[in-house]
């Protein structure tokens, strides 16, 4: 009876830890928003520079009433998964095989690490000229931003296999495709998940540096036009539907991540 | 041993009195746009020529984007920036209270850039054209409506395309008809293109400017009602200032190319050119010296700018070639002054173009020619 009793009281105890673990992001966020208000009201700062959590709230229910927030966030969405599918893709692509085959590293090496340290704001309105205006341009800068992690991600992933596990698969006679379906792959997911993260965070990056320079429509194209309008709470919406965007891709590679790599939490527990 | 003694405290007492006479000055930034570039030469002059510091000013400039220069007037945390009037008009609807104190840029800057085989003495014929524009904002969009208007036309009506800052390749590769583009800038390196073999086909550009059909108000002076109202003296010091570097620049654009070597990184400085600026800015100021008229002075950059065309080519020119374009838009009998038509023009452009609310706003608090008539010619 005691026994049960305590159980209960413990399972309570962990239902209000994790009810309240959920309600600290929530909390954080009213508090924030309740300072934000606070020092708006008082003009600590002027409202010219930062404005008011109402007055974003109107510029959100406007840009949402005429649907200038959602064409623009569609397109920015679209450039973005393409520019995604592209990126990721070929980094897979190339990042298996440079694994595989290390010569390859030494040949494309230095043309990958140029490219990538170097600032995509410099070179993005070169990637107009070449790529065109239109949407294909920033498609491509999406993916040349998102490239990277996905492609060192999946070399540290796929040469990260136990060579205990290889020679096992070599010696059931495991071909290629099957040692990559059934051993190489699934060990490299963590890792490559891991870079597929940071590759959907950056692909919002990409899109809107690439509207920066040169387009018509896009969440890029917006803040130049509210600011161009001196409409600052309409800045403060796009820019949160970014941060939104980007925090719901993170949040679904993670959701993959959670359905996929199902045994590797088991074999931790 | 002596000699070094003598030499050690002469410097000291040189740097003394050096640090003594900065302290005696207001400090003050002025926010620019866009980068250092030629076209910002009068500040520079100004620096150079002392005309800041010998009215008091420790002048910095800064390079900031248009809205965020304006901003940063409009609470104070600037004194003084150059903007287009129309983000004034638009500011100000927008509860900035900022006051435009000096039109720096007499002509709108903001041109059509075409292939001369394409006849537009019609505005008319624009319809159906594929234009690029940097993007549908800002005074380029502003220019664009603007013709469009003149022409009796709608957007709808022609095919627009948002190219960036990328006029010349985007039009050398024939993307697009015509750009709009800065009168003083962009047709010169498409020319340069041109000349050079490097842009297709073409053989020439037209310019079709904006001020040819509507006298709209550009880039100016700005500071903020405050302190138009707390320092006014000072505003017409800053403004005396400013004016007089302008003026020196539109006189002698050879010397201004050359006060402008220190402040741009970019511009061309090949010995031979700095040597033949340095001699044609030295003729200008003999020639300066008989007082000429404004006429007399134009056609004497004209001259100076055909001398340096015979000895150098048009690539190594380029940048002292937007220089003297952008005189002709600066210069004016009355530097500075600015004119309530073209702040109404400005106004209805941007209440056609749906940025105004309902109250269209005082033009008459946006500007003051206060301080022009103040520090008048």
């Given at each position: 009876?005691?026994?049960?009793?305590?159980?209960?009281?413990?399972?309570?105890?962990?239902?209000?830890?994790?009810?309240?673990?959920?309600?600290?992001?929530?909390?954080?966020?009213?508090?924030?928003?309740?300072?934000?208000?606070?020092?708006?009201?008082?003009?600590?700062?002027?409202?010219?520079?930062?404005?008011?959590?109402?007055?974003?709230?109107?510029?959100?229910?406007?840009?949402?009433?005429?649907?200038?927030?959602?064409?623009?966030?569609?397109?920015?969405?679209?450039?973005?998964?393409?520019?995604?599918?592209?990126?990721v893709g070929v980094g897979l692509a190339l990042g298996y095989a440079i694994a595989k085959a290390p010569?390859l590293e030494?040949?494309?090496?230095?043309?990958?690490?140029?490219?990538?340290?170097?600032?995509?704001?410099?070179?993005?309105?070169?990637?107009?000229?070449?790529?065109?205006?239109?949407?294909?341009?920033?498609?491509?800068?999406?993916?040349?931003?998102?490239?990277?992690?996905a492609l060192v991600n999946t070399i540290v992933g796929i040469r990260s296999v136990s060579p205990r596990l290889r020679d096992l698969m070599r010696s059931l006679n495991a071909g290629p495709g099957r040692t990559f379906r059934l051993l190489e792959f699934p060990s490299a997911l963590p890792v490559i998940l891991?870079g597929l993260?940071?590759?959907?965070?950056?692909?919002?990056?990409?899109?809107?540096?690439?509207?920066?320079?040169?387009?018509?429509?896009?969440?890029?194209?917006?803040?130049?036009?509210?600011?161009?309008?001196?409409?600052?709470?309409?800045?403060?919406?796009?820019?949160?539907?970014?941060?939104?965007?980007?925090?719901?891709?993170?949040?679904?590679?993670?959701?993959?991540?959670?359905?996929f790599l199902?045994w590797q939490?088991?074999?931790?527990? | 041993?002596?000699?070094?003694?003598?030499?050690?405290?002469?410097?000291?007492?040189?740097?003394?009195?050096?640090?003594?006479?900065?302290?005696?000055?207001?400090?003050?930034?002025?926010?620019?746009?866009?980068?250092?570039?030629?076209?910002?030469?009068?500040?520079?002059?100004?620096?150079?020529?002392?005309?800041?510091?010998?009215?008091?000013?420790?002048?910095?400039?800064?390079?900031?984007?248009?809205?965020?220069?304006?901003?940063?007037?409009?609470?104070?945390?600037?004194?003084?920036?150059?903007?287009?009037?129309?983000?004034?008009?638009?500011?100000?609807?927008?509860?900035?209270?900022?006051?435009?104190?000096?039109?720096?840029?007499?002509?709108?800057?903001?041109?059509?850039?075409?292939?001369?085989?394409?006849?537009?003495?019609?505005?008319?014929?624009?319809?159906?054209?594929?234009?690029?524009?940097?993007?549908?904002?800002?005074?380029?969009?502003?220019?664009?409506?603007?013709?469009?208007?003149?022409?009796?036309?709608?957007?709808?009506?022609?095919?627009?395309?948002?190219?960036?800052?990328?006029?010349?390749?985007?039009?050398?590769?024939?993307?697009?008809?015509?750009?709009?583009?800065?009168?003083?800038?962009?047709?010169?390196?498409?020319?340069?293109?041109?000349?050079?073999?490097?842009?297709?086909?073409?053989?020439?550009?037209?310019?079709?400017?904006?001020?040819?059909?509507?006298?709209?108000?550009?880039?100016?002076?700005?500071?903020?009602?405050?302190?138009?109202?707390?320092?006014?003296?000072?505003?017409?010091?800053?403004?005396?200032?400013?004016?007089?570097?302008?003026?020196?620049?539109?006189?002698?654009?050879?010397?201004?190319?050359?006060?402008?070597?220190?402040?741009?990184?970019?511009?061309?400085?090949?010995?031979?050119?700095?040597?033949?600026?340095?001699?044609?800015?030295?003729?200008?100021?003999?020639?300066?010296?008989?007082?000429?008229?404004?006429?007399?002075?134009?056609?004497?950059?004209?001259?100076?700018?055909?001398?340096?065309?015979?000895?150098?080519?048009?690539?190594?020119?380029?940048?002292?070639?937007?220089?003297?374009?952008?005189?002709?838009?600066?210069?004016?009998?009355?530097?500075?002054?600015?004119?309530?038509?073209?702040?109404?023009?400005?106004?209805?452009?941007?209440?056609?173009?749906?940025?105004?609310?309902?109250?269209?706003?005082?033009?008459?608090?946006?500007?003051?020619?206060?301080?022009?008539?103040?520090?008048?010619?």
């Open positions: 009876m005691q026994t049960t009793t305590v159980s209960r009281d413990f399972q309570a105890r962990q239902k209000r830890q994790i009810l309240l673990r959920r309600l600290c992001p929530l909390l954080t966020i009213l508090l924030l928003l309740l300072f934000w208000q606070w020092i708006t009201d008082r003009e600590i700062i002027s409202p010219i520079l930062v404005p008011s959590p109402a007055d974003v709230f109107a510029a959100f229910a406007s840009a949402l009433a005429d649907g200038s927030l959602a064409r623009h966030t569609m397109t920015t969405l679209g450039e973005m998964m393409y520019g995604l599918l592209l990126g010569l030494y040949v494309l090496s230095p043309i990958i690490v140029a490219f990538q340290s170097t600032p995509i704001v410099a070179y993005a309105p070169l990637l107009i000229i070449w790529f065109g205006t239109g949407p294909s341009s920033k498609v491509v800068t999406t993916a040349v931003i998102v490239f990277f992690p891991a993260k940071t590759s959907t965070t950056l692909a919002v990056i990409g899109a809107v540096v690439g509207e920066f320079v040169g387009s018509g429509s896009g969440l890029g194209v917006l803040v130049i036009m509210a600011r161009s309008q001196y409409n600052t709470p309409l800045v403060v919406v796009t820019v949160l539907t970014m941060t939104v965007i980007a925090l719901s891709l993170y949040s679904l590679v993670a959701l993959l991540e959670w359905r199902v939490r088991r074999a931790s527990a | 041993m002596l000699y070094l003694k003598r030499f050690a405290t002469i410097l000291a007492l040189l740097v003394t009195s050096m640090i003594g006479a900065q302290a005696d000055l207001d400090q003050e930034r002025i926010l620019l746009t866009f980068i250092p570039n030629v076209q910002f030469a009068p500040f520079y002059v100004g620096l150079q020529h002392g005309t800041f510091s010998e009215v008091g000013f420790d002048v910095e400039l800064e390079h900031l984007q248009e809205p965020e220069v304006l901003d940063l007037v409009a609470v104070g945390q600037a004194n003084y920036g150059i903007v287009s009037g129309e983000q004034v008009i638009l500011a100000r609807s927008r509860g900035r209270d900022v006051v435009y104190v000096f039109e720096w840029f007499q002509q709108y800057p903001v041109a059509l850039v075409h292939s001369s085989e394409l006849d537009l003495s019609n505005l008319e014929q624009l319809r159906g054209l594929k234009i690029g524009i940097p993007g549908r904002f800002g005074a380029s969009y502003s220019g664009l409506t603007t013709l469009l208007n003149s022409a009796g036309l709608t957007e709808s009506e022609i095919e627009l395309n948002e190219i960036g800052f990328n006029a010349p390749e985007v039009f050398c590769l024939g993307a697009v008809d015509a750009a709009i583009v800065y009168a003083n800038n962009e047709p010169l390196q498409i020319r340069n293109l041109t000349d050079a073999g490097e842009c297709g086909d073409l053989e020439d550009v037209e310019v079709l400017t904006v001020a040819s059909q509507v006298d709209l108000v550009s880039n100016g002076l700005i500071v903020n009602r405050s302190q138009l109202e707390e320092m006014p003296y000072q505003i017409a010091r800053m403004v005396g200032a400013f004016r007089e570097a302008l003026r020196i620049t539109i006189d002698n654009p050879a010397g201004a190319y050359l006060a402008s070597l220190s402040y741009v990184d970019t511009l061309p400085s090949d010995d031979a050119l700095i040597t033949a600026l340095t001699e044609a800015a030295a003729r200008q100021q003999a020639f300066l010296a008989d007082g000429p008229s404004r006429a007399e002075v134009a056609g004497s950059r004209r001259t100076m700018l055909e001398g340096l065309s015979r000895q150098f080519d048009g690539a190594l020119l380029a940048q002292f070639h937007v220089l003297l374009d952008s005189i002709e838009l600066w210069d004016a009998d009355t530097l500075g002054y600015s004119d309530l038509v073209s702040w109404e023009a400005m106004r209805d452009i941007l209440a056609l173009m749906n940025l105004l609310g309902d109250d269209l706003g005082d033009l008459g608090a946006a500007f003051s020619n206060e301080f022009v008539s103040v520090s008048d010619e």
